[in-house]
Nanobody, 116 residues
Framework: QVQVVESGGGLAQAGGSLRLSCAVS????????MGWFRQAPGKQRELVAT???????NYADSVKGRFTISRENANNTVWLQMNSLKPEDTAIYYC??????????WGQGTQVTVSS
């Protein structure tokens, strides 16, 4: 059974930093893409960043230059280093993983709250 477990969220002040972690377990094949989404209250879930198995990255314009995604293929782990946090970064952050014909279930998410 595939499990997605996120951690590392919390409360930060504007300008501060947080580091999110996510581990995907129960997968017996290679994961092509891992990524982070977020959902703020009253808004749709949106893409934050993705990273391929070969370490190619993609970022939402709103986080470029502030967030860095990285991964460890052997353990299906992905991280999101968030610097220069803004109040508008407040959301529940979700990890995901996928390949051509498969997508992981959503995890429980981790709450990030940024105070001004």
């Amino acid at each position: 059974q595939v499990q997605v477990v996120e951690s590392g969220g919390g409360l930060a002040q504007a300008g501060g930093s947080l580091r999110l972690s996510c581990a995907v377990s129960g997968v017996i094949f290679s994961i092509d893409v891992m990524g982070w989404f977020r959902q703020a209250p009253g808004k749709q879930r949106e893409l934050v960043a993705t990273i391929t198995r070969g370490s190619s990255t993609n970022y939402a314009d709103s986080v470029k230059g502030r967030f860095t995604i990285s991964r460890e293929n052997a353990n299906n782990t992905v991280w999101l280093q968030m610097n220069s946090l803004k109040p508008e970064d407040t959301a529940i952050y979700y990890c995901t993983a996928y390949r051509t014909t498969w997508k992981s279930p959503w995890g429980q998410g981790t709450q990030v709250t940024v105070s001004s």
